[in-house]
Each structure stands twice: as structure tokens, then as C-alpha cells.
């Protein structure tokens, strides 16, 4: 099993690379391979062979396939298979869910790859596991169960303040707070946005700075909401790169605000130019369409709203895990606007929808464990290379080759391994990790020191709860 989980390690890296061909042979080949076995704990990789192939269908924009084979990845799926006592097996499950945002049955997976990592286990996977489950909770709108791993998740990264992952858990932290903590919420936005404006990483930057603006609008400070949204709107704008899902979920942020005044013209126009920018088949139009319900239910327009709500709903519906907070909100808007119209026959259809996803939400349960799991004696090397015109001369796949060639170089040498590679709209940081951190950092650096690629990276070697901190030169050697 652990090497058939090994390929499906590979399969899933392929298909982040987007070598969809060789993705799908390696699936494909697990599929067989499950089929061949219905007796034996093989069989339980069928779900992640079919759950791999959706992700692939994903990508290539069939999104009607992908979810066909997440529901027959689903049907596969037994209580036996939620006994497999690897970790890794629901760590990649978990994994596939959650790209295709199918948050609930993701959240089950997480929960059982925390419930088996073994005492010895990275402190970046497990907090990588902890964030996920916070995230997974935070999507559905169950924001009191997402503080819990969390905080947890804070607690480990706490220990390593250049972690990439640490202003994005805060960020994730923040929107579970925000209903209820405001004041905690926004100081969690503002620290995540500092981290990342100090270092003048302001597309990175932008996310908190719209969270902040979505707060400050709850809270009738609409001034400032206006401006949070203007400064990242001109982020934005004036980057070829930035997705028009972004753009057009930031329209919807702005039109929201406007609806709080009571500028009810300006909330439409934001809004429409919200539905316009947003991919036909981006499930997000709900939150836009949703808007618009809610615009014209305040302004008085009730029939045009109840319209606006249906086609909210139904857009939550194609959803995997829809936020149980914005799909009850659409619901009783519904119900709200066909009473006050006299549409009472239509009523109790909705009804009985509303008091079903309510069962649904109260279904899941916070998860209470792996919050102590932040201890951690080994040592981690932080790599942080800027975007620079040297790295736009290079392939995506030659960047990733030599990634995988360092990664390899260091797994072969048995003094560690490559525990993280993210990529920002200004930097690509590395992490490594092993027992010794300048063990790891002195075979790396004449890897990175040789490479021009490397020039300027930013370098902070950690051992518990003591770092250090370098820039690398221009094909020399590190220095302070």
C-alpha cells in the first residue's frame, strides 16, 4: 500500500505541474490495480485513482466529468476505508477533496491524517494538516469550529515567523472570527497585511486588505471599507496576472458596501460588473448573484429579488461544500421576499430546503484533536527567492526541474527533505527541513550559491527557537 501511495504522490504532483497525460496513466494504472483486488486493502486506492482523474478533468475545464467520478470516488469510499492506518492514504484524500473544494468530505480526511501522523511527524505537515481543517470549517461558514485547529496551526507556525503559511492562516483565522470577534478578526487581517506590505508584497498583501474592508463595512465604517477596496483594486488592476475571478469577487465586495448605505444604483452596477467578469462556470457567481438578491430585496424590488436568490441557490447547489452561513442566508431571503409578495404556496418547498441544510450544518462536528502537536526539536532552512527578471527567463517546468533536483539532492544525502514550495505574486520560497538545520543549510548552499536563479534569496536557518538570517550574492557564497 505505502508504494502504491507513492504513485499516487507523483500522480498528484503531475497534475500541479501540469503534466496531465502522465497524471492520468499513473491514476489510471491505481484504478486498475484496485479493481484487481476487491478483497484486499488495494481496493481502497480506487477512490483516490477516480478522486485524481476528477482533478484532472478539473483542469481541463470538464467540470460536469470531474464530478461525476467525485461521486463515484464517493460510492467507493466504506467505513473499511476510513480504518486504513496509514496516514498518508488520508492525508491524499483529503488532499483531492479539498482542490476540488469539497470541503466537508475533505474535513473527514484531515481529521483521520492528523488522528495517525506519527509522534515524529514535521511540524509544517501537521500544521499544514491543522490549517486545512481550519479552512475546510471556515469555507462551510462554520467559523467557531475553524478557530479551534487554528489556533493550533498558529501555535506551531509562531515558531517559524517566515513561514509563508503563517499570514495565510492568520487571514483563515480572521473570516472565522469575523461574525463573532470582530475586533480579535481585525487584528489578525492587519498583521497578516503588515507582514506582507513590509515587504513590499502588496498583490499578497491585497487579500487581508479586502477581508479588512468586507469588516469594516459590517461595521459601518464605510469610508474606510472604500478604501481598503480602492487600493487593492488598483493592485489589482494594474496587474496583467490577476485573475478576473479576483477582480470580479472584489466588484461583489464593493457592492456589498454600497448596499449597507444605501446607494442602491452603485450596488447594481458593482454588482453587475461583478456577474460580467466572473467565468460562466465559476460556482463564486452564488456570492454575486446573491449580492444582487439583496440589493434589490433592500431597495424594494422584492420580485427581481426573489429571482436573484433562486439563481443563488441553484449556484450553491453545484457547489461540493457550499457555506452553510451564505446558502441559509439566500434561503431565508427567499422566504422573507415571497411572503411579503403573497407567494405563500411557494413557501414551504424553500422551507423544507432551509430546515435540511440546517441538519446539514449541525451534522459536523468540531474537531478537538491535534492542538497539542506544536512541539518541535528539528531544524528548517527557508529559502525566499524574489521575482526577478532573471526567473521570467526560465520555464515554469525548468523552475520546478531544478526545485525537484535540489529536493532530491538533499533526500539522497539523508540529512533531510523539502517540506514546502510556495509560490506568491512576488516570491517562490522553499523550505527544508531536517534534524539539523545548518547540516541542511550547509549542503544547500553551494546548490543555491552556484545558481543564478538564487541570486538575492533570502535565507533564515532555524533550530527550535533560535534563526538566522542571510541574503545569498550573485553566485558567491552566503553571507550575513
Given at each position: ?156 507556525l509562531d515558531k517559524f515567523p ?66 481598503f477596496y480602492g487600493k487593492v ?99 431565508q431571503g427567499l422566504i422573507d ?144
Amino acid at each position: 500500500m505505502e508504494i502504491l501511495i507513492k504513485v499516487v504522490a507523483q500522480a498528484i504532483d503531475a497534475v500541479q505541474r501540469g503534466q496531465l497525460e502522465f497524471a492520468e496513466k499513473g491514476f489510471a494504472s491505481l484504478h486498475r490495480i484496485a479493481e484487481s483486488e476487491p478483497a484486499t486493502i488495494l481496493r481502497h486506492v480506487k477512490p483516490l485513482a477516480l478522486l485524481g482523474i476528477a482533478l484532472i478533468r478539473a483542469k481541463q475545464n470538464d467540470q460536469e466529468q470531474s464530478r461525476v467520478l467525485r461521486e463515484r470516488a464517493l460510492t467507493a469510499i466504506d467505513e473499511d476505508c476510513k480504518n486504513v492506518p496509514l496516514s498518508n492514504f488520508h492525508y491524499f484524500m483529503a488532499l483531492e477533496f479539498h482542490r476540488q473544494q469539497d470541503y466537508r468530505n475533505a474535513l473527514t480526511f484531515w481529521e483521520l491524517a492528523l488522528q495517525l501522523a506519527k509522534p515524529e511527524a514535521g511540524p509544517m505537515l501537521v500544521a499544514e494538516m491543522l490549517q486545512s481543517m481550519g479552512e475546510c470549517y471556515s469555507r462551510m461558514g462554520l467559523g467557531e469550529y475553524a478557530a479551534i485547529p487554528l489556533r493550533a496551526a498558529l501555535k506551531i507556525l509562531d515558531k517559524f515567523p517566515e513561514h509563508p503559511w503563517r499570514p495565510a492562516t492568520m487571514l483563515t483565522m480572521g473570516n472565522a472570527l469575523r461574525k463573532t470577534q470582530p475586533a480579535e478578526a481585525e487584528a489578525w487581517f492587519r498583521q497578516a497585511a503588515e507582514i506582507h506590505a513590509a515587504k513590499l508584497q502588496y498583490q499578497s498583501a491585497a487579500p487581508a486588505w479586502v477581508n479588512l474592508g468586507i469588516l469594516c463595512a459590517e461595521q459601518g465604517r464605510y469610508d474606510e471599507s472604500l478604501e481598503f477596496y480602492g487600493k487593492v483594486l488598483r493592485v489589482r488592476e494594474n496587474n496583467a496576472a490577476t485573475p478576473p475571478d479576483k477582480v470580479a469577487l472584489l466588484h461583489n465586495n464593493i457592492a456589498g458596501c454600497y448596499r449597507r448605505m444605501k446607494k442602491f444604483d452603485e450596488a447594481l452596477a458593482s454588482v453587475d460588473r461583478s456577474i460580467d467578469l466572473f467565468p460562466a462556470s465559476d460556482a463564486q457567481r452564488a456570492y454575486a448573484y446573491s449580492t444582487k438578491a439583496m440589493t434589490l430585496r433592500d431597495a424594494g424590488r422584492d420580485a427581481q429579488a426573489v429571482t436573484w436568490f433562486h439563481n443563488a441557490i441553484e449556484e450553491r447547489k453545484k457547489q461540493a461544500s457550499p457555506s452553510f452561513e451564505a446558502y441559509l442566508d439566500d434561503l431565508q431571503g427567499l422566504i422573507d421576499a415571497l411572503k411579503r409578495l403573497g407567494r405563500d404556496g411557494e413557501v414551504p418547498t424553500v422551507e423544507e430546503e432551509l430546515q435540511q441544510v440546517r441538519q446539514q450544518r449541525d451534522s459536523i462536528q468540531a474537531s478537538q484533536g491535534g492542538g497539542e502537536r506544536a512541539e518541535f526539536t528539528g531544524g528548517s532552512v527557508l529559502v525566499e527567492v524574489p521575482a526577478k527578471a532573471d526567473a521570467e527567463t526560465r520555464t515554469r517546468e525548468e523552475i520546478r526541474d531544478l526545485v525537484y533536483s535540489l529536493a532530491r539532492a538533499l533526500a539522497e544525502s539523508g540529512l533531510g527533505r523539502i517540506s514546502g514550495h510556495i509560490t506568491s505574486p512576488e516570491t517562490r520560497t522553499l523550505i527544508f527541513t531536517g534534524e539539523d538545520a545548518d547540516r541542511v543549510f550547509a549542503f544547500l548552499d553551494p546548490l543555491l550559491s552556484s545558481d543564478l536563479f538564487f541570486s538575492g534569496a533570502r535565507v533564515v536557518v532555524r533550530q527550535g527557537d533560535v534563526s538566522r538570517e542571510m541574503v545569498l550574492p550573485m553566485r558567491g557564497t552566503a553571507v550575513n
